[in-house]
C-alpha cells in the first residue's frame, strides 16, 4: 500500500472506534456485558485476520475502520467486569489496569520487530495473536461465569 492512502487508516481506525463506543453505550443496554465482550473480541480477531490478507488498499481501509468500530468497547467492557467482580479494590484495579496499558507497550516494538522480519503480515500476526489471546479470556470468562 503507498504511504498517502495509508495515512488514511489511522483516523479511519480512530472514527470506527469513536463510533463503535457510542454504539456499545447503546447496545449495552440490551445484550449481556460477556457475551457482547465475547463477540467483540471474537469479530476483532476475524477482522485483523482478515486484514492480513486484504486484496486492495480500499479494502483495508474498510478493514480498519471495522476493526476500531469492533475493538471499541473491549477495554471498557474488561474494566468493568473486572471492577465489578472486585468491587472493594476499586484503587487497586484502576492502577493496575493503567499500568496494563501503559505496560502494553512491549507489543508496538514486538509487531515493529516482526514487520521488519518477516514484512507487514508478520507484524499484523502479532495483533492477531493479541486478539486470540483476548478471545481465549472472553471465552473463558463467559464460559466460567455460565457454570456457576
Not at 28 to 33: D, S
Not at 45 to 66: D, G, K, N, Q, R
Not at 99 to 110: K, Q
Request: net charge positive; hydrophobic share 55%; with cysteine.
Amino acid at each position: 500500500m503507498d504511504p498517502e492512502p495509508a495515512k488514511q487508516g489511522r483516523s479511519l481506525y480512530f472514527f470506527g472506534k469513536m463510533l463503535g463506543t457510542f454504539a456499545g453505550a447503546m447496545l449495552l443496554t440490551r445484550f449481556n456485558p460477556g457475551k457482547f465482550l465475547l463477540s467483540s473480541a471474537v469479530l476483532t480477531l476475524v477482522l485483523i485476520v482478515s486484514l492480513i490478507f486484504a486484496p486492495t488498499a480500499a479494502v483495508a481501509l474498510s478493514l480498519m475502520f471495522a476493526i476500531g468500530l469492533a475493538a471499541a468497547n473491549i477495554f471498557p467492557l474488561i474494566f468493568a467486569g473486572t471492577v465489578a467482580r472486585y468491587s472493594g479494590r476499586n484503587n487497586e484495579i484502576s492502577g493496575l489496569m493503567i499500568m496494563a496499558v501503559s505496560g502494553g507497550a512491549f507489543v508496538p516494538p514486538l509487531a515493529g520487530w516482526f514487520t521488519d522480519v518477516s514484512g507487514v503480515s508478520g507484524g499484523m500476526m502479532v495483533l492477531a495473536a493479541c486478539a486470540a489471546f483476548l478471545v481465549f479470556l472472553a471465552f473463558y470468562e463467559f464460559t466460567k461465569k455460565n457454570t456457576r
